[in-house]
């Protein structure tokens, strides 16, 4: 089992940038390969970005490349993501999510490990 717990959600302007961060107690963060998943109200869960077990390898969803940039750091057993020119569409709960180094998809249901979630609101 991997815990995991987001924060630096919050309140934000359009246009402005927010930095979420992903930590775990667990030693063995680098064995994994991570994500940021986000849920809109009555949406469903949707892919942001994710990062290999050692950081060399990233994807983002098309709505967020350019913007969104996903970085790990595992001597701090922390993954963060930066979010730049946030807009209305932005707004929803972050997850964190990690599973094995097999290089998972963008669905929620290829990850095993969940945080409970920090809350972004893009106000215009």
């Known amino acids: 089992q991997v815990h995991l717990v987001e924060s630096g959600g919050g309140l934000v302007q359009a246009g402005g940038s927010l930095t979420l961060s992903c930590t775990t107690s667990e030693r063995t963060l680098s064995r994994y390969d991570m994500a940021w998943f986000r849920q809109a109200p009555e949406t469903e869960r949707e892919f942001v970005a994710k990062?290999?077990?050692?950081?060399?390898?990233?994807g983002y969803a098309d709505s967020v490349k350019g913007r969104f940039s996903i970085s790990r750091d595992n001597l701090k057993n922390t993954m963060t993501l930066r979010m730049n020119n946030l807009n209305s569409e932005d707004t929803g709960a972050y997850y964190c999510a990690a599973s094995p180094p097999t290089w998972p998809g963008p669905r929620p249901d290829e990850w095993n490990y969940w945080g409970q979630g920090t809350q972004v609101t893009v106000s215009s």
């Open positions: 990062i290999s077990w050692g950081g060399g390898s990233t």
